[in-house]
């Protein structure tokens, strides 16, 4: 019998980093893709996608710990699993799988796993893994998925339990695989590139690939009869935009147990709000009083397809989610992969596939000279930063919509000559947006990036960083945000940036202002301040001069508002001179031309103590950060709504 000393051994030579690394406390899951289709080429393994809970599993000196993909820690709903886990022989190691519950058939049953947590009876709850990022004192999530497979597979045939089994892969031909998926009325499968490694949040190297269309939905209220004092007819479902509002989705029939449709009713109780939390809630109906409810509860329904207007077709209700936060709740993205190049490109879908002499093509466009070193210190590779703006597309796109770009090209790598660049020039850019001349009279048209394709399409053209304009069209003489660089001394020391950043906050705290920080990816911070559009350009700008001047004289020690080397030895300059018309800001996600590849990255207030430096996320580490983080940084940005008073004037001394 294999010992845990053996299990040791055998996991050191598959691969990973220095054995005895310490277990970390949390590992964020690997989410897969909704794919149109299954890849034309690459080395895949399928597996049935479980209709159950996805669950992460700690386990250390015995002592097991489940944790929900939510985050959530239930290991004393599911004592019996979590002992049946603290069996396995292993000192320490992390487990990726799905809990379920299965049908006299051997089919996982979702009503069944939502019953029996109803009940608390989850004694017969079975535990399906299929990955392990961690085992024995070593990371595994760089080593390959065909290798950390086998070292899964070797431990839990060491276990005797029926509670956990290992999900079993395939290498057939995936359209007959999801044929026979959708027959035995399985949710679909799960394709995985074997010679992937393991990255926290969504990625392509993971795809799903449904029977039907499924997914979470927030309830933002519900239906009932006219005049009715209680029941309830029908959920109305919302979907998150990519700015944090909520978007009405359709309704679907609340068909429930009694017993769980109470239960529903009474956490419904404690929602009901006044107003829809929708943008775009619903016209009343003669039949139906509609009642509001705040976006916290979410389930899973079925669907035959997305309407033009963003609605379900023929939703079919599956069951109450708990294990997932409702802010994590978008319509999931269809992507295509390895689609052959003569087919047209859905919109809104991403595309990778190798072309000719070893090009890549990724969401449409050829990647060139994809092994092209860019960072001499790092040896970073062209293809590090194309992939890069791939996964941050997401995050980026809703802080870059309508609002004009300069770019910063590094056709020789950052250490070369860079170039600076306002508009297209020669070289056609996929996917971008050209502004009508008009919005800049006298210039040629300005560029927005409002694209995935575009992203990438600069990228390719060898473009690092991504500077925004303080104003987004068509309204581009009325700034929407004005911005505070703190650019320090380099001999000071990193805890006084820390310091600086704080006192930053509390003063315009004490104006009245709502601000948001991100790090540069160079020296400093980056505080953000957005306005509604109120003010001309000359105004904000004074504005935002008349802040550093007052923090300049409240602690003259630390900052200056004075440009000049000289005016800022010892201190932090407040750089204010990026707030007038066509000045931009190194955008926020925005990768930067400096050694290490640092990131302009939004970080939450509460961060900042723990922020080492301002080039702390590196474009290896800034995709796999906002996928692994339960809620956005900037959360609320979008909404702020605030101008500059005449109150706020005086209180900086302006007159």
Same mark, same amino acid.
């Given at each position: 019998m294999m010992t845990r000393q053996h299990m040791k051994r055998r996991s050191s030579s598959g691969g990973g980093r220095t054995a005895d690394e310490p277990l970390p406390e949390t590992i964020a899951p690997q989410l897969a893709t909704l794919a149109r289709r299954p890849p034309a080429?690459?080395?895949?393994?399928?597996?049935?996608?479980?209709?159950?809970?996805?669950?992460?599993?700690?386990?250390?000196?015995?002592?097991?710990?489940?944790?929900?993909?939510?985050?959530?820690?239930?290991?004393?709903?599911?004592?019996?699993?979590a002992t049946a886990i603290d069996g396995l022989r292993v000192e320490n190691a992390w487990l990726d799988g799905e809990v379920v519950v299965l049908t006299e058939s051997g089919v996982p049953d979702f009503n069944a796993l939502q019953n029996a947590f109803d009940r608390r009876s989850t004694a017969q709850l079975t535990f399906f893994a299929f990955d392990i990022p961690f085992l024995n004192g070593r990371d595994l999530r760089e080593v390959p998925l065909s290798q950390r497979r086998e070292l899964l597979g070797e431990l839990i045939a060491q276990t005797s339990s029926e509670r956990i089994r290992f999900s079993e892969s395939f290498t057939e031909d995936p359209q007959s695989l999801l044929a026979s998926a959708c027959r035995m009325r399985l949710e679909g499968i799960i394709g995985k590139r074997a010679d992937a490694p393991y990255r926290s949040g969504r990625s392509t190297d993971w795809i799903k690939l449904k029977c039907l269309q499924r997914q979470e939905f927030v309830v933002g209220g519900y239906t009932r009869v006219a005049?009715?004092?209680?029941?309830?007819?029908?959920?109305?479902?919302?979907?998150?935009?990519?700015?944090?509002?909520?978007?009405?989705?359709?309704?679907?029939?609340?068909?429930?147990?009694?017993?769980?449709?109470?239960?529903?009713?009474?956490?419904?109780?404690?929602?009901?709000?006044? !107003?829809? =939390?929708?943008?775009? %809630?619903?016209?009343?109906?003669?039949? +139906?009083?509609?009642?509001?409810? /705040?976006?916290? #509860? *979410?389930?899973?329904?079925?669907?035959?397809?997305?309407?033009?207007?963003?609605?379900?077709?023929?939703?079919?209700?599956?069951?109450?989610?708990?294990?997932?936060?409702?802010?994590?709740?978008?319509?999931?993205?269809?992507?295509?992969? !390895?689609? =052959?190049?003569?087919? %047209?490109?859905?919109?809104?879908?991403? +595309?990778?596939?190798?072309?000719? /002499?070893?090009? #890549? *093509?990724?969401?449409?466009?050829?990647?060139?000279?994809a092994e092209r070193i860019i960072d001499d210190v790092t040896r970073m590779k062209k293809i590090d930063l194309v992939r890069y703006y791939d996964e941050i597309a997401e995050f980026a796109l809703p802080y870059l919509k309508d609002r004009p770009v300069s770019l910063v090209r590094a056709p020789e790598g950052i250490h070369g000559e860079l170039f600076f660049q306002k508009h297209e020039e020669r070289s056609k850019i996929p996917g971008i947006t050209r502004l009508p001349v008009e919005m800049h009279p006298g210039h040629p048209p300005l560029l927005v990036v409002d694209r995935h394709e575009a992203l990438i399409g600069l990228a390719q053209m060898n473009v690092v960083e991504l500077h925004s304009w303080n104003a987004v069209q068509p309204d581009l003489d009325h700034p929407d945000r004005f911005i505070l660089d703190l650019d320090p001394d380099?001999?000071?020391?990193?805890?006084?940036?820390?310091?600086?950043?704080?006192?930053?906050?509390?003063?315009?705290?004490?104006?009245?202002?709502?601000?948001?920080?991100?790090?540069?990816?160079?020296?400093?911070?980056?505080?953000?301040?957005?306005?509604?559009?109120?003010?001309?350009?000359?105004?904000?700008?004074?504005?935002?001069?008349?802040?550093?001047?007052?923090?300049a004289k409240l602690m003259p020690e630390r900052f200056s508002a004075v440009l000049g080397p000289k005016n800022r030895v010892g201190k932090i300059f407040i750089d204010y001179l990026r707030n007038g018309k066509g000045a931009s800001t190194a955008a926020a996600f925005s990768a930067r031309a400096r050694a290490g590849m640092g990131v302009s990255?939004?970080?939450?207030?509460?961060?900042l103590k723990d922020v080492r430096d301002a080039y702390q996320w590196t474009i290896k580490k800034a995709a796999q950060r906002m996928h692994s983080l339960r809620a956005d940084p900037w959360e609320g940005y979008h909404r702020t709504r605030q101008g500059i008073s005449a109150a706020m004037r005086r209180a900086v001394g302006m007159k």
């Open positions: 080429s690459g080395d895949w393994l399928y597996e049935i996608k479980f209709d159950g809970y996805r669950l992460m599993c700690r386990v250390e000196q015995g002592t097991a710990k489940l944790i929900t993909r939510g985050g959530h820690d239930w290991t004393e709903k599911m004592r019996t699993l005049g009715a004092k209680s029941g309830m007819r029908s959920l109305m479902l919302g979907v998150h935009e990519r700015d944090g509002s909520l978007r009405f989705a359709g309704t679907v029939k609340a068909e429930l147990k009694p017993r769980t449709l109470a239960d529903l009713e009474k956490k419904a109780v404690k929602l009901v709000r006044d !107003d829809p =939390p929708f943008y775009n %809630p619903p016209p009343r109906e003669k039949d +139906r009083d509609f009642v509001w409810l /705040a976006p916290e #509860l *979410v389930v899973e329904a079925s669907f035959l397809e997305w309407t033009p207007s963003g609605e379900v077709r023929h939703p079919v209700f599956q069951g109450m989610r708990e294990d997932k936060p409702a802010t994590a709740v978008t319509e999931e993205t269809v992507v295509d992969i !390895d689609e =052959p190049e003569s087919l %047209p490109q859905a919109k809104g879908t991403t +595309r990778v596939s190798p072309g000719r /002499a070893g090009t #890549l *093509v990724l969401a449409g466009v050829k990647v060139s000279n380099p001999e000071l020391s990193w805890q006084m940036m820390l310091d600086a950043a704080t006192l930053s906050k509390v003063l315009l705290d004490e104006i009245g202002l709502k601000s948001f920080i991100k790090t540069s990816g160079g020296k400093g911070f980056h505080i953000v301040v957005p306005l509604t559009r109120r003010q001309q350009w000359d105004e904000v700008k004074d504005f935002s001069h008349a802040v550093a001047r007052y923090m990255m939004p970080i939450h207030w509460d961060e």
